[in-house]
């Protein structure tokens, strides 16, 4: 047994070297590593820069033509977007990136309208109300919705959901505008229910018995669409948009591209919600209910306030997410760079613009450049919100080690 | 006294409106997602069952026979009309009809007609009429449908005969050739063989009447299959739909992607999934364990720790363009020059391919790795680590006998993540190599065996191609449902592994750190 005996001199020194040279590789494969992953950052930018100051040839743009208006007589005046017809011809090139900003921004507004109520209202349910067996299952299963792929969902978004609501707005519009009385009425309705049924349907397990009452509601506002169409609207919701507000409808459109995108950022914002609610001490909302506050009125007072930096950092996230999203943007949207404030209008975003123009553009270009612009303009808004999500949440954790104290 | 008397009297019963929005929404969220997931379940499964095909009598004595694939109200509001599947392209011009219901005299299902899949054009329904053989020789009635039978058996098995020469024989020989070899003997024969094949192929047609009463002559090896759907008992529709899924995951897409299987996209996926996580599973892990174990714990590793985190959260399609300005053209446009200088200027690696995909997966995965390896580490205890050193071991002993074994379902969650998130991915494939069609898988018989530089095909691009780009959008929805369906139980499963295994590992290491 060589390890019982006294270690020779010589094998010590090889065991040190060895220690010595790992500890030297993993050293520089780490640096290495993720030097590379932050050459991104740099390569961007090294990329863009020949874009608007070259010392030779070589063609530029001046930073005006992308952020201001043309200035022309016909209708092509404004902010527009149109490399490919535009550069290296005799044109005023149209380069604008206002309206794929515009688009980007709009897209992420929709769907974080659509998605921080659903997350957070959920989160504070799964912290605050859920029984602890169906929330063990519920997050993992609402965890996995956040896995599902954007392809699938600006798929389905794009070729089922945006037919379907072309033809039943009306439909859609009733089932919305029910959806919160249909809720509330669930609730007036379970305050009067006899405790023994009031028992074998917990208000812990509501977000699995509430539906079956889902459904019912949507069917009502099924039943009740035409109704409210012809009460409401004349009899032709579409008809009215137009006339009225002046809102014409393309079948793929900003609210289909918010619905979408608010399916699938919902998940990453609940996720994260719910951790920093769970995560408030239960020291503090033991205490609050104690006091004889109802477990709603410590959500809103006690625990939300303690835990809105985190709320905050998951809602930075969410926009994150869904301002790089790629697929479901370039399914759903349309993409027809316009900057308009009507809802149902199509849009286009930086991400889709890449993803649609870069393989056309052949490499070294001012269109490859372009296009290289707004992939930099990307990287810096996702790294600088999720920077300051990231410190905001490492600030909350220390804070609520303050508040739990040793316990 | 007076204090506990009050507050009970003001206990409140419920808990007011905003718990009930709150369960409101979770019920909603779980309402979409089983929405989402039974809609691609019913419609992409539904695909492969041979729906009943409706003999359909209009008012005004036309007549159409196809399946129905769905009934909507009309635009005015006046009735409702249905859409049917009436196949038949290249007689019609086209393979859908609208009826309106109120136009429709009878409907039957006579068990006669016949379903052909075929090579081009879709399928063709219809009555059988007669068989003729390449001699001439007229069958009609049943004895037709027996010969037909016999004769499809025929086909499929001369198919595979020439499939298997061209693939085993003739395609070496004739790379064979192209570098000088001498083999044009034996290529004359097998040439032969196949040209004898394919004139045994060629031979007979059926003559089909469709339900307008037209008369149609369809060549014998444009056919694929032959069903007689009406006639079928629930059992045998059972038996092929099994048939139809198996296609579906083992054969080459056809007809412009929007009809046979996904088999190409599913290897390229797989493939490139595959090269990813070799990749990225070496690097992840060491740039942990730098952070993690060898860094100086300081202000700047703390830094490099966020803008870790928050590469994470980077758009996918911003490493797509690093992929393509880096990858593609910077390294692969030099490796052209240096190595690949007879191809050019046609590009070798200087174009999207394999290689180039997996490598910026891998970036795109690496945040993720590096995140989840580190909070293994970070889980284990220091008294671990201090109780190796204080034994004697260097600290090259203590990570690789002590702390990386205990980190190891760390790093598998890691990895599986990574893969659920790479095999999701499309943005960034469509920059850096993925394709609509490859003709040729990136694994073969010839040497080195592994393309690297092919493009290849991937599940999730398949799915956008045939939805966005084919011509008939309408007959390649069911495939994309198919194909979006596929995709989606992959990552569930991967997903759940990664779930189950970072519970299995927060219960392993709760017992180890409490005291």
Redo the contacts between chains.
Sequence with gaps: MPDSLPPSPVRRRLRQGRDRLATVLVTAGGIGVIAALLAIGVFLAVEVVPLFWSGGDTQTVSPRALWSPLQAEDDLAGYRWDPTATLGTEEPARVSLLPLAWGTLEAAAWALLIAVPLALGAAAHSALFMSPRLRSRLKPTLELMEALPGVVIGFVAGLVLAPWLERHLADGLAMLVLLVPGLLLAGALWSRLPPRLQQALPLGWAGLWLLPWLLLVLAVALWLSPWLEAWAFGGDLRQWLEVRLGLDLAVRNAIIVGMAMGFAVMPSVYSLAEDALSGVPRSLSEGAQALGASRWQTLWRVVLPAASPGVFAAVMIGAGRAVGETMIVLMASGNAALMTWNPLDGLRSLAATIAIELPEAGPDGLHYRLLLLAALLLFLFTFLVNTLAELVRTRLTRRYRRLGGVA | MRLAKR?RA?????????????????????????A?LS??AIRGLGHFWPASIALVALDDGRQLAGEQVRE?PL?DGTGRERLYRIGNRDLDGTRWAWVPVSAIAAVSHPPELMVLERHRWGEAIGRLVAVESETGERLEGQAARAVLENRMTELASLRQARDTLRDEVVLPRVQALQEGGDVERELATANARLRELQAAMQAGHLTLETASGERWQVPLDQILRVRYPNAMSPLDKLVVWGEGVWRFLSEGPRAANTAGGVWPAIFGTVLMVMLMSILVTP??V??A???N???HQGRLTRL?R??????A??????????G???FV?GIG?SLDEWFFDAALPSPTFGTGGLLWASLTLA?LT??VV?VATEEGLARIPDQQREGALALGA????M?TRVVLPMATPAMLTGVILAV??A?????PL??VGVAKLAPQVPVDADFPFLHLERKFMHL??H??DA??HGGD?QAA?PL?YAT?LL??LV??VL??TA?FLRHHLSTRHGALSRR
Aim: proline share 4%.
């Design positions: 507050s003001r206990l409140p019963r419920g808990e007011g409106a905003g718990a009930w929005l709150a369960a409101g929404s979770v019920a909603l969220s779980l309402l979409a997602l089983l989402l809609l691609l909507v635009p690097f992840g060491l740039a364990i730098y952070l174990e060898v860094a490099v966020i803008a870790v985190r928050n590469l959260g980077v758009p996918s399609i911003v490493y797509g363009v690093f393509l300005g880096v053209y446009g970036l690496l945040p590096i260097t600290r090259l002993e990570l659920a998130r095999a999701g991915e499309v943005a469509m920059l999730g691009y799915i956008f939805a966005f959008v929805m994309v979006a995709l989606v990552i569930l997903n759940l779930i």
